[in-house]
């Protein structure tokens, strides 16, 4: 059975508003993620409906010959019907979904509203029945390309063949916020819904690293690092006003915990928390991938959409890639009073996700 610790349906709050609640303790097939809110026209069927929206299309995907069918990634994941190499690594998996659901009850008591806007992290694929929140630094460029190959119909064959830039065009994925309610709820119930993580210390210097100390992220540079400079700079030379090109890590750093930034705009998705991007308190993760160990998790994902015989996931080809030492390294420049501050703000992932504070921190 469900353990029954949903949110009661509650009056919608206006027009394209929604409310989400979950079951926090899954023992089914089921994801049992739940919209209650009021239709953005009144009067058309979707305001009929109430908190229940009718499933639509069955769970279990039909294969294109007549008389077959396969179960969804959902129903494999939890009726236990893997292959042994899944069966053994979904051990992992199950530990994390009950390290974030247990995180959540502990550390996010207040009820949250959502807008449309707030899923467009994430990517549908109706022919394979997934959904994938994608947290920027953390492996998104090749799980784009990957759901690229697996929603075209044919036309991407290779992941590795997709230019980087043409993965995060608008539009070439479908995301969770152009549907209807009635559609979002269908698919948030029986889609397998996944998404990867990382150490948020180490994704926030690739962050850095990446939109700041390359000379072609120039957009970057104006938008956000004559911003920075300009607020925490003393005396800055005009070229650097100008251009914003030489934004330090301690300079960035006192931009994040500063009160201002946040008031003025949201984060940017290359350094928003995890939480705030993809609501793991609010919908019902069925994966927990980690950067750490990607390759597994990702071949888990792809055997549960019952194409790892087909479609492999790319491997990295980075030899500079962000990791503990190098983010050591940085936060080495980083007085006490901003390391704690910092921590602070990043805490929840780092609780919801099973990381522990890292050993290079001086926060007394």
Same mark, same amino acid.
């Given at each position: !059975? ?10 919608? @709050? ?13 023992? =089914?097939?089921?994801?049992?993620? @739940? ?57 992992? =998996? ?5 390290? +974030? ?19 467009? &992290? =994430?990517? %549908?694929?109706?022919? &394979?029945?997934?959904? $994938? ?7 998104? /460029? ?24 043409? #993965?995060?065009?608008?539009?070439? +994925? ?41 000379? $072609? ?6 938008? $956000? ?8 700079? *003393? ?5 650097? =006003? ?48 980690? $950067?750490?160990?990607?390759? *597994? ?6 055997? +549960?959409?019952? %194409? ?11 030899? /500079?890639? /962000?990791?503990?030492?190098?983010? #050591? ?12 501050? @910092?921590?602070?703000?990043?805490? !929840?992932?780092? @609780? ?13």
């Amino acid at each position: !059975m469900l353990n029954n610790r949903i949110a009661q349906p509650t009056e919608a @709050l206006g027009k394209g508003f929604l409310i989400i609640s979950f079951s926090l303790s899954l023992s =089914l097939s089921v994801s049992h993620t @739940l919209f209650s809110l009021r239709s953005p026209q009144s009067g058309d069927d979707a305001s009929k409906e109430g908190t229940t929206a009718p499933l639509g299309e069955p769970a279990v995907r039909t294969d294109p010959k007549p008389g077959k069918s396969r179960r969804s990634p959902l129903q494999t994941l939890y009726n236990g019907d893997q292959q042994p190499e899944l069966f053994a690594a979904q051990r992992s =998996l199950q530990g994390r979904r009950e390290h +974030l659901e247990q995180g959540c009850l502990s550390h996010k008591r207040k009820r949250q509203v959502l807008s449309p806007e707030d899923l467009k &992290h =994430l990517i %549908v694929d109706d022919k &394979h029945s997934l959904i $994938y929140c994608y947290v920027p630094k953390v492996a998104c /460029t090749n799980w784009k390309r990957v759901l690229m190959v697996l929603t075209s119909e044919g036309r991407y064959i290779n992941p590795l063949a997709i230019p980087a830039n043409e #993965a995060h065009i608008a539009g070439n +994925l479908r995301t969770l916020s152009e549907f209807t309610v009635p559609e979002i709820n269908r698919r948030l119930r029986s889609y397998l819904k996944f998404i990867f993580v990382r150490d948020p210390f180490e994704r926030l210097v690739s962050a850095y690293r990446n939109k700041f100390t390359r000379s $072609y992220n120039t957009a970057f540079h104006k938008r $956000y690092g004559t911003k920075i400079i300009r607020r925490n700079r *003393p005396d800055p030379e005009p070229e650097a =006003l100008e251009k914003g090109s030489d934004v330090s890590f301690p300079e960035f750093v006192q931009y994040l915990v500063d009160p201002r930034t946040q008031r003025e705009e949201p984060f940017n998705e290359h350094w928003e928390r995890v939480h705030s991007l993809c609501h793991p308190c609010l919908i019902h993760y069925d994966v927990v991938g980690k $950067y750490e160990t990607l390759e *597994p998790d990702s071949q888990a994902v792809l055997e +549960l959409a019952g %194409v790892d015989g087909t479609l492999q996931f790319p491997s990295s080809g980075k030899s /500079t890639r /962000t990791d503990g030492n190098m983010a #050591a390294h940085f936060f080495k420049h980083i007085s006490p009073f901003y390391q704690k501050k @910092l921590f602070n703000l990043y805490r !929840m992932d780092f @609780l919801l996700f099973n990381y522990s504070t890292p050993e290079y921190l001086r926060t007394r």
